[in-house]
């Protein structure tokens, strides 16, 4: 969950050589050392790809910008006809996924992602992040026209995430990273039916490949149902779903993703480790250790050291 940050130093000053963020995720030199950097400090099993989700928006060609201290900025919603998916605007982000695969070792998984539908919906409606009030309106106000988009979108991540795994992606994961946003009653139409559709074009060209969803937000019985229903072969979950509901609902499905807190990784010690050893007794097969949500960027890195030394080194019999 989001490895390279501003928890780390040596990404702090990486950052300085890019002109903004865009620029950052589409060179390949500073996107490759930026996906590698936590990968030679700590002991991972897998590289995700340094990038954004709002890559797929800028290859529609909408004109996407970060602001330092505020986040993204997207320009006003066009009409559906002029948005265009153009992989040229962002092939060096495959250029940088095929240049990672070459440069782990071999024991190391490339993981490549997009947005879920839903969540770069709403960034596109709202210009922005925040609470989506507009993107909401949508979904209940103007389904039709939201439905029209996410279509749109889900075509798109298709073809983004196909092109990751040309490119060397051994993992692809969809972030709906808003997925608690939506009225739980629209949670059918607009996050896993769209989460399925992806599912199955992707799986047109690779059958085999892993797809990791994450629903972050969502009510428990609707992780239940993303789990049984969108296809995917793994669900990464929140901090807020309780271990012990994903063991009796979740596992029967599929592999579990998460979910220590990160709040405890930023505090370190004691609760920390109590937590950590709660879920690896509670989820002790089927489950992959992760958190609930990205590194913050108040994270000392040694507490990242000192968790994944605890996950390897844990033994149940002890």
């Keep these: 969950m989001r490895q390279a940050g501003r928890y780390l130093p040596e990404y702090r000053a990486l950052r300085t050589q890019a002109f903004n963020f865009i620029d950052f995720?589409?060179?390949?030199?500073?996107?490759?050392?930026?996906?590698?950097?936590?990968?030679?400090?700590?002991?991972?099993?897998?590289?995700?790809?340094?990038?954004?989700?709002?890559?797929?928006?800028?290859?529609?060609?909408?004109?996407?910008?970060?602001?330092?201290?505020?986040?993204?900025?997207?320009?006003?919603?066009?009409?559906?006809?002029?948005?265009?998916?153009?992989?040229?605007?962002?092939?060096?982000?495959?250029?940088?996924?095929?240049?990672?695969?070459?440069?782990?070792?071999?024991?190391?998984?490339?993981?490549?992602?997009?947005?879920?539908?839903w969540t770069v919906a709403a960034y596109m409606i709202e210009g922005k992040g925040g609470d989506f009030s507009k993107a909401v309106f949508w979904a209940k106000n103007r389904q039709d026209d939201l439905a029209a988009?996410?279509?749109?979108?889900?075509?798109?991540?298709?073809?983004?995430?196909?092109?990751?795994?040309?490119?060397?992606?051994?993992?692809?994961?969809?972030?709906?990273?808003?997925?608690?946003?939506?009225?739980?009653?629209?949670?059918?139409?607009?996050?896993?039916?769209?989460?399925?559709?992806?599912?199955?074009l992707v799986q047109r060209v690779d059958r085999n490949i892993p797809i990791i969803g994450f629903p972050r937000g969502a009510i428990p019985e609707n992780y239940v149902r993303y789990?049984?229903?969108?296809?995917?072969?793994?669900?990464?979950?929140?901090?807020?779903?309780?271990?012990?509901?994903?063991?009796?609902?979740?596992?029967?499905?599929?592999?579990?993703?998460?979910?220590l807190d990160p709040a405890l990784l930023v505090e370190g010690g004691e609760r920390m480790k109590l937590a950590t050893v709660s879920i690896l007794k509670t989820l002790p097969s089927k489950h992959i250790f992760n958190l609930g949500h990205g590194v913050p960027k108040e994270t000392p890195p040694e507490h990242v050291d000192q968790l994944i030394n605890l996950v390897r080194n844990w033994d149940e019999t002890i």
């Design 227 to 259: 789990a049984k229903e969108t296809g995917v072969k793994a669900v990464s979950v929140d901090q807020f779903i309780d271990p012990v509901f994903a063991a009796q609902n979740l596992i029967p499905h599929v592999c579990v993703q998460g979910n």
């Design 25 to 117: 995720c589409l060179t390949p030199s500073l996107a490759v050392e930026a996906t590698l950097q936590p990968l030679r400090r700590f002991d991972l099993d897998a590289a995700i790809l340094f990038a954004d989700i709002l890559l797929v928006p800028l290859a529609l060609g909408m004109d996407v910008r970060f602001e330092e201290g505020e986040g993204p900025r997207l320009s006003p919603m066009q009409a559906l006809e002029q948005l265009k998916w153009s992989p040229n605007r962002i092939m060096a982000s495959y250029e940088a996924l095929a240049q990672v695969k070459d440069k782990v070792n071999k024991k190391q998984s490339v993981i490549g992602f997009c947005g879920g539908p």
């Design 149 to 200: 988009l996410i279509e749109l979108l889900v075509e798109a991540s298709a073809q983004h995430l196909v092109a990751q795994i040309k490119a060397g992606a051994d993992v692809v994961q969809i972030f709906e990273s808003h997925a608690g946003a939506i009225p739980t009653e629209l949670f059918d139409r607009f996050i896993l039916r769209p989460t399925q559709k992806i599912v199955e």
